[in-house]
């Protein structure tokens, strides 16, 4: 529990800061920060991690990266945090474009749920945002759905002038196969210029558009994962449409329960601000967890109420580096 009194236990850990993509919104051209060295924290590093942090209440870890299934041993990692006590929930965050064959060993060895980024069907458009093809993609979410997750949900990141008219085809895939698609709004991450007003596009805008096709029925106690995402149904299709809206919902950080792990060993208790705590000198000390414990607990007291997003932040290092 936070000094603001919301429990916080929720914890993303970035397992690499390497990507096999380059979207637009989260690897800038420039970066290669893991350009002749290694990941930064061992898998002993992880688990060690992990298994601190479920001694202090967090009950939720999503693996994210960068592209996480670019890890050697992933599914090493996967079946040893699931054992872990305390660990009630672990998911993955991906592109994709590994899941054909990473699918059902990820699947075995205990995630239960799995977020795929898919910001376009249309080859040429996704090929636009991400640098890559989308074929292998839409196999992942076969296997995907064949491995039997709890949840396989799409995350569809909204811009301007990009990708606005792939959301109808992309809510009509999510309806045929059964996937919540999830639609989120652009955040100043990677660098200030990702978000203009010129390539902004809203949830707000959003949704009045699909109301002028569909009826969209609220979903207030829909719950899939443990994210922000405010959930609709549309009445005829059937698609279950979930919107984030970090820029324009001004409640959108009062049930924040989460913190993240960066690839290089720091702990973040809010996307939106640069605060970080260097958990590489604490994780030297083999004969005692207790400055780990301390680290974790401070980042929990002083996670902050809100996001910094509207108040003219300044990235100070990509999403790829942060994990998403």
Known sequence: MNSFGR?????????????????LYCRPHQYAGWQGTADGLTDTDLLRIARVAA?????????????????????GVVREMT???GVQCLGISTNGLKLPGLAAPLRAAGARTVNISLDALTPSVYRRITGGPVEPVLEGIRAALDARFEFVKLNTVLMRGVNE?????LIRFSSEHGIPLR???????????????????????????????????????????????????LA????????????TNLHFCDTCNKMRLTADG?????????????????????????????????AITNKPWEHAFREGFNPCRPMTAIGG
């Open 7 to 23: 429990p916080i236990d929720y914890l993303r850990i970035s397992v690499t800061d390497r990507c096999n993509e380059r979207c």
């Open 55 to 75: 001694e202090l209440g967090f009950r939720k870890f999503r693996l994210t990266g960068g592209e996480p299934l670019l890890r050697p041993n992933l599914t």
């Open 83 to 85: 054992r872990l006590a």
């Open 165 to 169: 008219e792939e959301l109808w085809p």
């Open 183 to 233: 639609l989120i709004e652009l955040m100043p991450l990677t660098s200030r210029d990702v978000l203009t007003p010129a390539n902004f596009l809203s949830v707000g805008e959003v949704i009045r558009w699909l109301r002028q096709r569909e009826e969209l029925v609220p979903q207030p106690d829909l719950r899939l994962g443990h994210g922000p995402a405010k959930y609709y149904r």
């Open 236 to 247: 005829k299709s059937g698609a279950v449409v979930g919107f984030i809206g970090a820029m």
């Open 266 to 298: 720091r702990l973040r208790p809010c996307l939106g601000h640069h605060d970080e705590l260097d958990l590489r000198d604490a994780l030297a000390e083999t004969e005692s967890d207790e400055p780990l414990r301390r680290l974790f607990e401070l």
